[in-house]
T-cell receptor
């Protein structure tokens, strides 16, 4: 079964600085999708960014970008110019193409210090 | 407004008292799913539905039931809740399985005494 590992239960960053959250996954498949979801204190799950495994180019969404290393099965999230509103739990998720579920990591709690 | 709604948002109940958590989406999505979130465990899938009348078990289905009689609704039923079902529950939907963004409801905080 596919597994997703987030090795950093908690991280902190100073406002305006850059932080990278780690995610690794285990799969024998070549076609899949990866996601980062954000869960602020409101508990709402919000999609931050997604990556198709067949694309070599790393996805970017404004201040959020990923470093996708397919051979290493690594999918880290970089947040640039961190803002107070970025404080949240961040979940990495794996979606096997054609499967019926997202497999989530256990999450990383990000604190942004003013 | 496109959204997934869940009710109730908070519920405290006692062991053995049947309850239903409703989930409804207004986006005409085919795929719907239920997750539970527990500290240190992330989100785990309980049940999912590929379309009307098509449901299947996820990773942690024990103690739960679901039904999908209409495309928009996907209720989660706990027929005899137990304290180990105390958790935060999320309903999610997406246009189809895979790749498409899953839209999550606001969550239901359930406490079983």
């Amino acid at each position: 079964a596919q597994t997703v590992t987030q090795s950093q239960p908690e991280m902190s960053v100073q406002e305006a600085e850059t932080v990278t959250l780690s995610c690794t996954y285990d799969t024998s498949e070549s076609d899949y999708y990866l996601f980062w979801y954000k869960q602020p204190p409101s508990r709402q799950m919000i999609l931050v960014i997604r990556q198709e495994a067949y694309k070599q180019q790393n996805a970017t969404e404004n201040r959020f970008s990923v470093n996708f290393q397919k051979a290493a099965k690594s999918f880290s999230l970089k947040i640039s110019d961190s803002q107070l509103g970025d404080a949240a739990m961040y979940f990495c998720a794996y979606d096997q193409g054609g499967s019926e579920k997202l497999v989530f990591g256990k999450g990383t709690k990000l604190t942004v210090n003013p | 407004e496109a959204q997934v709604t869940q009710n109730p948002r908070y519920l405290i109940t006692v062991t053995g008292k049947k309850l239903t958590v409703t989930c409804s989406q207004n986006m005409n999505h085919e795929y719907m799913s239920w997750y539970r979130q527990d500290p240190g465990l992330g989100l785990r899938q309980i049940y999912y539905s590929m379309n009307v009348e098509v449901t299947d078990k996820g990773d942690v289905p024990e103690g739960y039931k679901v039904s999908r009689k209409e495309k928009r609704n996907f209720p989660l039923i706990l027929e005899s809740p137990s304290p180990n079902q105390t958790s935060l529950y999320f309903c999610a939907s997406s246009l189809k399985v895979s790749y498409n963004e899953q839209f999550f409801g606001p969550g239901t905080r359930l406490t079983v005494l």
